[in-house]
């Protein structure tokens, strides 16, 4: 059984693989294929849930040892496999929500005729990602880190005709691998200090706080700059947003569900390096909040519907990442919350890319307005997918996002009053800025116009290959929470990977429930009171500061520009001049200087026999004269 | 007496670059299939090296050593290590690329001049070039070795100067004013190199009293050559100079972006990807055994010209504009690598290194390959001059793709594998001289990232949207190299497992250990 | 006789065909010096060799025979082509041998 655990990932890879190389020939049957392995990988995690759930749960981790992949004097590094209840929580997710977007994506690049290339990426995407989720040391794991950077660089870049998408693609590669540079460092510092990177050694020696605190501080540190990255964090952020360039179901799959909550699963896998250092995990939960706030403000800002979901995206990945920062009271819930959020979210993304497959790829949604009657599929799901991020009593996002916010309080302190109280406020501009999305795309009057060349938009409702999954995601999004913590089902099952403790919650669950009631009221009504009962006008007004700020994203893009771009500029071009003047400029000015001294010399000789006669009779006779000389002496 | 394997491996393709010479005028496509024929079957006699090699055997293997020149002690003398090894393999393997790639190069650009014969010569050159590298690699007589070291600036000299890219942005006389430039430099900078190497190889003979590199180190482990630290210090120099142009560290880089640019890609890649690799494994075989102390004396220093390749290579990439400069720059970063992690003198930097010598010439030869196809299609160097080239020839977009990957290590391909190597070995050693040097490998996300934005993506510009996607030469020189290069990513067991007695026997040579975990070390 | 009379009358002769070498324009002239400075040389040698009573100035005193027949018939031929072309035989007509 265990044995299977490769096909996993070898099942995509093959689709990649085949896709990619096969050539147009290819082109007919392409998705198909490429549909048929994602879902092929997902029977087989079904498969190995199905044996793991059959099992007690401290025999549930499975190993498969490939071979070994760098064999070097010290140094030992496995392409080797660990499926525990982590990682299977993953596979699930990945595959699942994987096949259901190949699903989708059939219908949506029905019309693009690179569609072939585009299953062949994401197929990549998933071996990557189950990868990535897969491995049982941190070097494998970051040869799926990058992969999926890889997919999600081509995936964003996949209309690479427009320079925009080629440079969000440019954009979050680079701005990853800020982040990947943390990995590896972790990795080294891992590799100095135990000897090794395996994941059960290293956490094991965490455990036992060996290595010294600074170093285990220092290890945490460079992993959460890894899943600042990743997971676009702040302050490495930036790239999300542009990632929207992307086609939607890459929006779906890797920018919501799966490729951005790596950095939970990081923090999450290696919380005994967390839980050996305070300090980190200080860092982390400030990171966490503060991205939560950052993610939220800049979603109530944007006209962008997908921009708008992917403010909203990073600032639940920033609950997950507080959860995770809060230690073992917190890591079961935001893997809760990261799975149901694959889900909304996942269902949020494919019902926007439903509507702009309506609205002839619009995505301002200033013009969009009373599409619900056009659309009733995609209404009711986005609906259900709304309902449910913004934590509507009995819908996932309810469960999940509670549990954190209770955990948040249970960190004790200042700190946890702080931290639960960002919380609250997150929950209610999550409240705030979804009802509006929900409002302005579907209620109020329409607002769209004919484009320039005429072209009135036609809204109408998808084909059934993207309503299905639609449908799907949204059953998800309204019982995936209440399944989970019937009985703390979710708990029991993470519990032997991640550890659980109970806090001691300063205020009861039951005030914390009531208290995000209360917000989630406020945010909604606030949002009612703006953009249901006034019409929502086409042209942006001009905003206060605070808004005008948080459409060019906090200007963390012009601080970006500025500093990094500007300066990289000039600093390059000034170094190709040094380069040029200066480096070479010794190089060629000791070449002049001899080619003067040269011609200088050539002059003596002018041809003439008898001159020539005279200089070697001289050079004979100061050679005589030397020897003599010499003799003398 | 067994037959001399190693002397064949060279021997063959200095036969074929004689007889490749002599092919009359008018046959020129006879001389190009003569030539990949020898370099095929110098591939399949450096299989059979790498077959009868045994990594944990001897430290030198299939030797041969015959009497030369009597009086100064100089012998024929020839042997391999697993470095070796690897790196004869490494260039018996590019070099049927490297001719398939430049088929066309030296094509007369008008007929009629029939007595001239460009392309015979061309080709003759790339083979003389190939059996002076291997045995350079091969020679564990340093006499030997520094005769075939400075010998081949002659075929590389000619190649430069006389088979410039044709693709210029100049007149044609400001183009071989160009060209006759960087072969010019080219020469002088290797030829000073050289010529204070001659004088330390001299110095060493003054000292030791003859040149054979085993008998040198052992007579210098069992104590009976004795070397003044000074003396030892100034002979190390002497060499490492001469590597150090080669390799080429900064400061003394400045040749390789002129050379790599005016030469046609086919020798840009002989350069980069053979020639220098002759300066780094020199160091490691011949600066490091004959000279550990001074060599840990230099470390630091070196180190930090390492770094300054490093970083400064990878920024230079960035600035350039001219998209074969830009691969020469981020050559010279991935060469600071290359000698940080021989001078780290841990396992894993010194396997690391190695290997980098091997997956940096293959991942450089698909890319500068790959480059070399595009130029010739729009005549143009210039990055500015491209525009959207995937929608019009998505293979040759893809196969760039993949080789700038490769350029920037993306896991899962060979680079990855040694930079990582590199990196760690550093780091174990020296922490921060290891933190700064990952600043590269983002730097090196960058320059390759934007070179393909701005030469593949975005709208078609009207000079590109004729161009034809690689043909099936084309293809043959590319996929192979890819395959390659994947394959190294995977599975680089063969070739670690190779090197890495080698760099054990080197790191016992230098007498360094790799430093302990701290965790184990606390204990 | 003292051989050392021998080394005398070489040193004079070569300081005449030197001399001659230096200050005479026709180029038979100073190729005749020269053939006197060379011959100069093989009487030094032989008085060498019947000083240290061996043969081995004599052997190159042949040797020196020898490359002088074959300086005469490259250097006559030089001169020969070059008075043809210029209708000169002077030594300062001809400045060829510079770069």
Not at chain 1, 306 to 326: D, E, N, P
Not at chain 1, 343 to 359: D, I, R, T
Not at chain 2, 499 to 512: I, Q, W
Not at chain 3, 58 to 63: D, E, L, R, S, V
Request: with cysteine; glycine share 10%; hydrophobic share 55%.
């Amino acid at each position: 059984m265990e044995n299977l655990i490769a096909l996993l990932v070898a099942a995509p890879l093959l689709g990649a693989a085949v896709l990619l190389c096969g050539g147009r020939r290819l082109d007919r049957v392409g998705h198909l294929l490429g549909t048929l392995l994602a879902a092929a990988s997902f029977v087989i995690g079904v498969v190995l849930f199905a044996d793991m759930l059959g099992k007690n749960a401290d025999d549930r981790t499975f190993t498969q040892h490939l071979f070994s992949w760098i064999p070097v004097e010290g140094f030992q590094a496995d392409v080797s496999f660990q499926l525990d209840q982590l990682s299977m929580t993953f596979v699930l997710l990945i595959t699942g929500v994987g096949s259901l977007i190949h699903i989708y994506s059939i219908g949506y690049m029905e019309h693009d005729e690179r569609r072939r290339r585009f299953f062949g990426y994401l197929n990549l995407f998933l071996a990557a990602m189950l990868l990535l989720v897969l491995a049982d040391n941190y070097l494998l794991l970051y040869v799926g880190w990058e992969g999926v950077g890889l997919a999600s660089y081509l995936l964003i870049g996949f209309w690479q005709h427009k320079p925009s998408a080629a440079t969000a693609a440019k954009k979050a590669f680079l701005v990853n691998r800020v982040g990947d540079m943390g990995l590896s460092i972790a990795v080294m510092l891992m590799f100095t200090t135990f000897g090794t990177f395996a994941f059960g050694p290293v956490l094991k020696s965490a455990e036992e706080h060996l290595g010294g605190g600074a170093t285990l501080t220092g290890i945490a540190l460079m992993l959460l700059l890894a899943a600042c990255g990743k997971s676009a964090q702040v302050p490495l952020q930036s790239w999300l947003g542009d990632a929207m360039e992307g086609p939607t179901p890459v929006s779906a799959l890797i920018h919501a569900a799966t490729m951005v909550t790596a950095g939970v699963y990081l923090i999450v896998r290696s919380g005994a390096v967390f839980n050996a250092s305070p300090d980190a995990q200080l860092v982390v939960v400030v990171v966490g909040a503060v991205t939560l706030l950052f993610g939220a403000i800049v979603g109530c800002a944007k006209d962008d519907i997908k921009k708008a979901l992917a403010g909203s995206t990073m600032s639940q990945i920033g609950y997950m990442v507080l959860a995770a920062g809060l230690g073992p009271i917190g890591y079961v819930f935001a893997i809760m919350h990261l799975v149901t959020h694959g889900f909304f979210k996942a269902g949020l993304f494919l019902g926007a890319g439903s509507v702009m497959h309506g609205m002839n790829d619009e995505v301002d949604m200033r013009k969009y307005g009373a599409l619900r009657k056009y659309m009733p599929v995609t209404f009711v799901t986005f609906g259900l997918g709304y309902l449910a991020i913004i934590g509507f009593p009995g819908l996932s996002g309810f469960f999940s996002k509670d549990k954190i916010i209770e955990a948040a309080f249970a960190k004790g302190g200042t700190e946890g009053w702080i931290l639960g109280s960002v919380a609250l406020l997150g929950a209610a501009i999550t409240a705030y800025y979804m009802t509006r999305v929900m409002i302005m795309t579907f209620f109020g009057e329409k607002r769209w116009q004919p484009d320039g060349e005429g072209h009135e938009p036609h809204p109408h409702e998808s084909p059934k290959s993207m309503t299905i999954p639609m449908i799907v995601l949204a059953v998800g999004s309204v019982f995936a929470g209440g399944f989970f913590s019937i009985g703390d089902r979710f708990l029991h099952w993470l519990e032997p990977v991640t550890e659980h403790s109970h806090g001691n919650a300063p205020i009861s669950a039951t005030t914390v429930t009531a208290a995000t009631m209360v917000v989630l009221v406020v945010g909604a009504g606030l949002a009612y009171l703006q953009y249901g009962r006034r019409p929502v006008p086409v042209v942006a007004p001009r905003g206060s500061l605070l808004t005008r700020a948080a459409r060019r994203d906090l200007l963390q893009d012009d601080f970006n520009h500025v500093v990094l771009v500007r300066g990289g500029e000039h600093l390059t071009r000034s170094l190709v001049y040094v380069d040029h003047t200066l480096v070479d400029g010794v190089v060629n000015g000791t070449a002049a200087s001899v080619g003067g001294l040269s011609g200088r010399l050539r002059k003596l000789q002018n041809g003439y026999a008898r001159s020539y006669a005279v200089s070697m009779f001289g050079g004979a006779a100061l050679i005589v004269a030397a020897t003599l000389l010499m003799r003398a002496v | 007496m067994s037959f001399p394997l190693l002397t064949a491996t060279a021997v063959l393709p200095a036969v074929g670059a004689v007889a490749t010479a002599a092919v009359p005028a008018a046959r020129r496509t006879a001389a190009k299939w003569l030539a990949l024929l020898v370099s095929l079957a110098t591939l399949v006699l450096a299989a059979v090296v790498l077959a009868r090699f045994e990594p944990g055997g001897a430290r030198y293997q299939l030797t041969e050593s015959h009497a030369w020149i009597k009086e100064f002690g100089v012998r024929y003398e020839l042997g391999v290590d697993g470095i070796a090894v690897a790196l004869i393999a490494l260039t018996a393997l590019l070099m049927p690329f490297v001719i398939l790639a430049g088929w066309h190069d030296a094509d007369p650009q008008e007929t009629g001049s029939s007595r001239w014969r460009p392309t015979q010569g061309f080709f003759a050159l790339i083979l003389g070039v190939e059996a002076m590298v291997i045995i350079s690699f091969e020679a564990t007589d340093v006499f030997l070795f520094y005769i075939f070291f400075e010998a081949m600036l002659i075929p590389m000299y000619f190649l430069i100067g006389g088979f410039g890219d044709r693709a210029h942005a100049g007149s044609d006389e400001h183009a071989a004013a160009q060209r006759s430039y960087a072969a010019v430099k080219f020469l002088l900078y290797n030829l000073v190199g050289g010529l204070i190497m001659l004088a330390a190889v001299i110095g060493l003979y003054v000292v030791a009293g003859n040149f054979s590199l085993p008998e040198i180190v052992a007579a210098r482990a069992n104590g009976s050559l004795h070397m003044a630290t000074s003396t030892e210090r100034w002979l190390f120099l002497g060499f490492f100079f001469a590597f150090a142009v080669k390799a080429p560290l900064w400061p003394l880089h400045t040749w390789l972006p002129n050379a790599m640019g005016e030469a046609t890609a086919p020798v840009a890649v002989l350069i980069t990807a053979v020639v220098d690799k002759v300066g780094t494994f020199a160091m490691l075989r011949f600066c490091l055994q004959l000279f550990p102390e001074a060599s840990k004396w230099a470390t630091p220093v070196i180190l930090v010209l390492a770094l300054i390749s490093i970083v400064y290579g990878a920024l230079l990439a960035v600035g350039q504009r001219d998209i074969k400069r830009l691969v020469a720059y981020a050559s010279i970063s991935h060469f600071g690598f290359i000698i940080l992690g021989i001078f780290a003198m841990t396992s894993q930097g010194q396997s690391g290194a190695t290997l980098y010598m091997v997956n940096h010439g293959i991942s450089t030869a698909a890319l500068m390959l790959v480059a070399g196809f595009l130029i010739s299609r729009r005549g143009s160097r210039l990055i500015a001059d491209y525009g959207g080239v995937q929608k019009v020839a998505p293979v040759l977009a893809g196969t760039f793709l993949i080789g700038g990957l490769a350029t920037l290590s993306l896991p899962g391909l060979a680079p990855f594998v040694s930079e990582f190597l590199v990196l760690v070995g550093t780091f174990a050693r020296y922490p921060v001289v290891g933190i700064i040097a990952t600043f590269g490998i983002v730097l090196a996300a960058l320059y390759t990232l934007v070179l393909y934005q701005r030469t593949m993506t975005g709208p078609v510009k009207p000079e590109v949207s004729a161009l034809p996607d690689l043909r099936v030469r084309e293809l043959a020189v590319v996929v192979p190299l890819i395959a390659a290069l994947i394959f190294l990513g995977v599975y680089p067991k063969p070739v670690t497992d190779l090197v890495n007695p080698a760099v054990k026997h080197t790191l016992s040579d230098v007498h360094k250990t790799d430093p302990k975990p701290a965790v184990e070390a606390a204990k | 006789m003292n051989p050392v009379n021998y080394l005398y009358l070489a040193a004079l002769l070569f300081t005449i065909g030197a001399t001659g070498v230096l200050i005479r324009r026709n180029a038979i002239v100073v190729f005749m010096c020269v053939e006197l400075m060379l011959n100069a040389c093989n009487l030094a040698f032989v008085a060498f060799s019947r000083m240290h009573g061996n043969l081995d100035g004599q052997i190159i005193a042949f040797f020196t025979m020898v490359v002088a027949a074959a300086e005469v018939v490259v250097g006559l031929a030089i001169i020969v082509s070059l008075f043809r072309s210029r209708h000169s035989a002077s030594v300062d007509d001809a400045s060829l041998m510079k770069l």
